[in-house]
């Protein structure tokens, strides 16, 4: 990731929640404590609201007393108990502002209010700078001297580390975060303005995209919101891969699932495999439904391997095998994705909600157009052949209808 995207990091925190929010820390409310006492309804009604009504997400408010507790014991930890904690000054345009208060009133996650409650880590620079007599402007401009050689050898890691050394050293005051028009008059460009100690300035693009019209947040060459393979839909509350995700390069193997189900408070989602035979290859189309820290939501991938191949590990599909795909996930009547037909490997959506629903509750209805009968017969024989037969399909054409 680039250093030029730190801003956008946490921007695309409506991406990258599950990383920031420990789901089992929630506090309910009054509902939710009744809803919670087991001696007020039987197991059976009990599960049945449960799969009805889902159960809450942790809200921004609570996240932030969680991580408060933390601070207090470092700052115990530290000696600095007495003195008065400082966040970091970070402010907002108006068209950033409404973005974020869109996602707010979605899903309950306060953007605007975790950017606000970091804490101004000045401190440490100040001190050096103080003591070793720093020329923060020297100091900067070796680092970005050294940064900018670091991009020229493609080099991110090293890239990120020198523009941070420059940017710490020379102490930052405060951030603006702002949006500039682009060419097409519906989409404006998120940038970042760095204010320093010594009243210099940078600007910093976070390659984050918005179209006022669509709702569609995106970037640049695909990746995803600030490298995460995620873009996000403001109108519709959806994160959804890229074609050109970076999971794409590890393909996926049955490992990746049992680390999921370890931590069953983040990620409680279902899965179903359909392995078959196809074009001197070995196939699998994977599903998933679930929910996935804050959102709820469905998958369908499409993978294959040379025959005989040992273990569960397979290669995404590439290019040439992408197949047309649409995808839909209900809660009961009520629609939470809608993916239209389009080329993938990896189709789906995540739509962000202030409940998570039990994979059960969720009906997941998808579409597939085969490139011949011979494949289409091939995955229609993996699924009646699945052990847990709950799976059904239609066929019109070479387009596969499939309910799960």
């Known amino acids: 990731m680039s250093s030029k995207r730190i801003v956008s990091f946490f921007m695309s925190i409506v991406i990258v929640i599950t990383a920031f929010v420990p789901t089992f820390a929630y506090s309910r409310t009054k509902s939710d404590v ?3 006492r087991p001696e007020i309804m039987t197991l059976s009604e009990y599960k049945a609201k449960l799969l009805e009504e889902g159960f809450p997400v942790i809200t921004t408010e609570q996240f932030l007393k969680v991580t408060s507790f933390f601070l207090f014991i470092f700052r115990v930890a530290t000696g600095r108990i007495f003195l008065h904690q400082e966040n970091f000054d970070v402010s907002f345009d108006e068209l950033v502002g409404n973005a974020c208060d869109t996602v707010y009133n979605d899903c309950g996650l306060d953007i605007v209010s975790l950017l606000k409650s970091i804490p101004d880590f000045n401190d440490p620079a100040k001190i050096a700078v ?47 975060i702002y949006s500039v028009p682009t060419e097409d008059p519906d989409v404006y460009e998120v940038k970042a303005m760095i204010y320093f100690n010594d009243e210099t300035t940078d600007s910093l693009d976070t390659d984050i995209y918005i179209n006022v019209v669509t709702g569609e947040c995106t970037n640049k060459d695909g990746s995803g919101l600030a490298g995460t393979g995620f873009n996000y839909n403001l109108h519709e509350s959806l994160a959804y891969a890229t074609i050109d995700s970076w999971m794409r390069r590890f393909g996926f193997c049955v490992f990746y699932d049992i680390a999921a189900n370890s931590m069953p ?19 699998m189309i994977q599903i998933w439904k679930g929910n996935y ?17 040992f273990g569960t590990f397979y290669n995404c599909a590439t290019d040439d095998q992408l197949m047309e795909m649409s ?20 189709i789906n959506g995540f739509q962000m909600s202030k409940r998570r629903y039990i994979p059960d509750s ?3 209805k998808f ?11 091939a995955f229609c024989e993996s699924i009646n052949n699945h ?7 239609t066929v019109e054409g070479l387009k596969i209808s499939v309910v799960w």
């Open 367 to 377: 579409t597939i157009l085969m490139p011949n009968e011979e494949m289409l017969n």
């Open 130 to 176: 103080e003591v070793f007599d720093i020329d923060t402007d020297t100091i900067r401009d070796e680092m970005y001297n050294k940064r900018d050689e670091a991009k020229e050898n493609n080099d991110e890691v090293m890239y990120f580390v020198y523009y941070f050394l420059g940017a710490y050293l020379a102490i930052m005051e405060k951030c603006t």
């Open 362 to 364: 969720l009906t997941m």
């Open 293 to 309: 820290l804050i959102t709820n939501g469905g998958e369908v991938g499409v993978y294959n391997r040379e025959p005989g191949t």
């Open 34 to 36: 009744a809803f919670a």
């Open 387 to 393: 052990y847990l037969h709950d799976v059904s399909y």
């Open 265 to 283: 408070l983040l990620w409680n989602y279902i899965t179903r495999r359909f392995t078959f035979e196809y074009d001197g290859l070995e196939w």
């Open 327 to 346: 995808l839909q996930v209900y809660h009961g009547d009520d629609l939470l994705v809608n993916q239209d037909p389009q080329m993938h490997w990896w």
